[in-house]
């Protein structure tokens, strides 16, 4: 008799769930996929799918913590943010080796399978968490790449406001910027990628450098003239932003299943610990750093409050081809897990008839549109990563790990400390996911009922 875990490895997936065939398709082990990424590329994805429009929104974050309070709590999200990635790593190989699985499962059939091993009501609920996972996934990628619409029209509109008379609005570089990015989303695999990750990486690295000079050319205030503790109640935006800017929980899983070496990417020196670093030393630069110079005046992004010196501008500009060029690795975890399962609805055995290309490159481009549609409605870029983080990301980073390493371990018996720490990242996961989301819808109302007034 098999029991429900090799059930759910042998039983085809329920098409409108998504991400969780059961058969490899993006998700193989290294030897198996088509176009497998080096160790440098994977990190090169990583940053660049960390390292976006989120961190020129730290000077706010800060802004909304408190220069020390932010600090110290930027490198505590960042350290939670990371354990829990591990953690997930950690029960997708043991799922994979009990079931004898010949793949490395995705987040979402991790989730599912790691809870049918669970006891008690675990496996009941194991298909809602898979499902409940791919819509959060899907709101927390596509969230991000609205929010690069945003930032790349609101810097595109003050570089060219500086020298044009017209006065034109903000969508309407949104709207140009939607064709460049059909381009770039009909990319359909990561090795291809790798270059525009790296040029971008580039562009970023050499941004952050740039943006520190400029914020620090004319002197620094004192700390005694910026918040070292702000109000607590504005924390949860705080949270919101880092969650937002720093986990990548979202592209962990297909970042190490396209590796040549799947191991190079959770070993001590690996992929996630190296990224981890880097990524935290950049946020607290920024964060600190764009706070300190303009204080209560820092904006959502802080290259909207540089000088208009020509230097400013080629920042800028220079910022928005590498946001852009970020967009399509964000995309790249909806379309795995929306577009399999609506190819074969669509095609029945013959996914998507005789043209299958054509009609993912058109899904691709229904993508794109629906984030310029999202984008358009939202009033304004720092609140709407705070959302996204609170509403998504953080579910997605604190919630789930810790479930699914309670459900796999549970058999063997977990130690105090482990039941302790699960239970710390899982209460903190729905503290700020429900105290976040709260706060940022209450600000974003509150915003657009005075852009009507």
């Keep these: 008799m098999r029991t429900d875990v090799e059930d759910a490895t042998s039983r085809p997936a329920d098409p409108g769930d998504g991400g969780g065939s059961g058969k490899p398709t993006g998700r193989e082990t290294a030897t198996a996929v088509e ?25 706010d974050a800060f802004h909304n913590a ?37 793949y490395a499962p995705d987040y979402a059939e991790t989730a599912e399978l790691a809870l049918r091993m669970g006891p008690g009501f675990f496996p009941r609920v194991a298909v809602v968490a898979r499902r409940l996972i791919n819509t959060l996934l899907c709101i927390t990628q596509l969230g991000f790449c609205s929010v690069y619409f945003v930032f790349v029209a609101s810097n595109v509109k003050k570089v060219l406001d500086h020298y044009i008379s017209v006065d034109i609005d903000e969508h309407a570089y949104m709207a140009i910027a939607v064709v460049p ?10 090795k291809h990628l790798a270059p525009v990750s790296l040029a971008a990486n580039v562009t970023m690295v050499a941004g952050v450098v740039v943006t520190l000079y400029l914020c620090s050319k004319d002197g620094l205030p004192p700390l005694s003239e910026r918040r070292l503790v702000a109000d607590w109640n504005r924390w949860p935006l705080f949270f919101g932003t880092v969650v937002y800017s720093f986990e990548a929980i979202c592209i962990v899983m297909p970042l190490k299943n396209e590796m040549r070496n799947p191991k190079d990417f959770s ?9 981890a670093v880097l990524t935290g030393v950049l946020l607290v630069s920024v964060g600190f750093i764009g706070y300190l110079k303009f204080g209560d005046a820092v904006k959502g992004s802080l290259t909207l409050n540089l000088d208009d010196s020509v230097l ?5 500009v220079g910022l928005c081809l590498a946001i852009m060029g970020t967009y399509p690795l964000q995309a790249y975890v909806p379309v795995d897990i929306l577009w399999p399962p609506l190819s074969r609805r669509l095609g029945g055995s013959e996914p998507c008839g005789r043209h299958p290309v054509l009609a993912e490159l058109g899904f691709r481009s229904c993508l794109v549109i629906f984030t310029f549609l999202l984008a358009a409605v939202v009033p304004r870029l720092g609140l709407f990563i705070s959302l996204v983080g609170a509403l998504s990301s953080t579910s997605l980073a604190f919630f789930f ?27 903190m996961g729905v503290l700020l996911t429900a105290w976040g989301t709260y706060s940022a819808l209450r600000e974003i109302i509150e915003a657009m009922a005075e852009d009507r007034s």
């Excluded at 994805?45 to 929104?57: Q, R, T, Y």
């Excluded at 990371?82 to 043991?94: D, E, G, P």
């Excluded at 770039?184 to 990561?190: D, E, G, K, T």
């Design 35 to 59: 176009h497998p990424t080096s160790y440098l590329e994977t990190l090169v994805h990583l940053l660049k799918g960390s390292v976006g429009s989120g961190l020129f929104a730290m000077g």
């Design 66 to 102: 408190g220069l020390i309070a932010g600090l110290l709590f930027t490198l505590f999200t960042g350290t939670v943010c990371v354990y829990a990635q591990h953690q997930l790593i950690t029960t997708s190989a043991v799922v994979s080796s009990r079931l004898g699985m010949a």
């Design 181 to 190: 990015l059909l381009l770039l989303s009909w990319v359909r695999n990561l």
């Design 267 to 275: 070993r001590p020196l690996g992929v996630m610990n190296v990224g």
């Design 312 to 316: 400013s501008h080629v920042l800028m």
């Design 401 to 427: 790990p810790p479930l699914l390493d309670w459900a796999w371990r549970w058999r063997d018996g977990l130690s105090a400390w482990r039941h302790a720490v699960n239970a710390f990242i899982l209460l």
